[in-house]
Nanobody, 121 residues
């Protein structure tokens, strides 16, 4: 399985970005987005099950971020609105070949290369 994340960049606080993750290689079911800042562990941001019917969010992004997927395009998205400086991180998409959404990075076996998001104050 190959995951290709894109869409990161520099944005002012209050702005928006949409991250994309293109999936190829085999069928995966659950997708997740994580972020990581230097010196800290990778943290769960959002997850979505195979048909988009179940989503989970970290408390810090609820109401601001939306995860979605287009299975016809084998792509998962993370729409990030009302961005804050504390959202600055490298964002990774991840996949697992199981049906349930998990928030631990240990439960995901496939990872993209990461895309950097910088939110200026």
């Amino acid at each position: 399985v190959q995951l290709q994340a894109s869409g990161g960049g520099l944005v002012q606080a209050g702005g928006s970005l949409r991250l994309s993750c293109a999936v190829s290689g085999r069928t995966v079911y659950t997708m997740g987005w994580f972020h990581q800042v230097p010196g800290k562990e990778r943290e769960f941001v959002a997850g979505i099950n195979w048909n988009g019917g179940t989503t989970y969010y970290a408390d810090s992004v609820k109401g601001r971020f939306t995860i979605s997927r287009d299975n016809a395009k084998n792509t998962v998205y993370l729409q990030m609105n009302s961005l804050k400086p504390e959202d600055t991180a490298v964002y990774y998409c991840a996949a697992r070949g199981a049906l349930d959404v998990r928030s631990s990075d240990h439960d995901y076996g496939y990872w993209g290369q990461g895309t950097k998001v910088t939110v200026s104050s």
